[in-house]
């Protein structure tokens, strides 16, 4: 009958509507990744812990369900395929730091990984290999927009990027594919904002060619701590 075609049909939600859905792109170094990897895992936690319903809410008025939070992180294949190995060889520890270190890297219900490639094999040396290391990074927007797109695809739309700052194309990248981005700085602030003036910074004198400091101290910046 027509009413229960018409109630049927006004009942039905659109999953993709219903569902925040968050990317990370961390950069693939140790010191980069913890923190973007943390932070996801913190906002997972957080938004379980929200009541469904405004307390506040009209008592007459139809409560709406909460979108679900599904935190998308997109690491290198090297990247994890060590994760991975660092879980399984966890997962056959009884040590409780083993598990805790794994579960922060870990797939969950709401946090899952996945990975693009960094152009480089990965028995490739890139703790010795710096220069030819950051050349490939700079070419992995090709293969994140196909993954983003991959992503897309599959779960029907992406809420926003927030992605590491040391990737000089990904605000163009985002821009390209229609897709808000938050940078997430990993750096301390006054890394932050040396990065940010490094031309002056060379232009005055402070830093030399080949990138060398020459001033220990740097004006309106407190020391650098090791």
Not at 21 to 43: D, E, N, Q, W, Y
């Amino acid at each position: 009958p027509p009413s229960s075609s018409s109630s049927s049909s006004s009942s039905e939600v659109d999953p993709t509507a219903a569902c925040i859905h968050m990317v990370l792109f961390p950069f693939p170094l140790t010191g980069h990744i913890r923190p973007l990897v943390s932070f996801g895992h913190a906002l997972a936690a957080s938004y379980s812990s929200i009541p469904p319903n405004n307390p506040h809410i009209n008592q007459h008025q139809q409560p709406q369900p909460q979108p679900q939070l599904r935190i998308t992180i997109i690491h290198t294949e090297a990247n994890l395929h060590n994760i991975r190995k660092q879980d399984s060889s966890s997962s056959s520890s009884s040590s409780s730091s083993s598990s805790s270190s794994s579960s922060m890297e870990a797939d969950t219900d709401q946090v899952h990984l996945v990975s693009i490639s960094d152009g480089l094999p990965l028995d490739f040396n890139r703790a010795v290999n710096y220069p030819a290391f950051f050349t490939s990074i700079q070419r992995m927007g090709p293969a994140l927009a196909a993954r983003l797109s991959e992503i897309r695809s599959r779960h029907g739309h992406i809420s926003c990027l927030v992605s590491d700052p040391n990737y000089p194309w990904i605000l163009d990248l985002a821009r390209t594919i229609d897709l808000p981005c938050l940078l997430f700085v990993t750096d301390s602030a006054s890394a932050f904002a040396a990065s940010l003036y490094a031309r002056r910074l060379h232009k005055e004198g402070f830093i030399g060619n080949k990138g060398r400091v020459i001033s220990k101290y740097i004006l309106l910046l407190p020391p650098k701590r090791k």
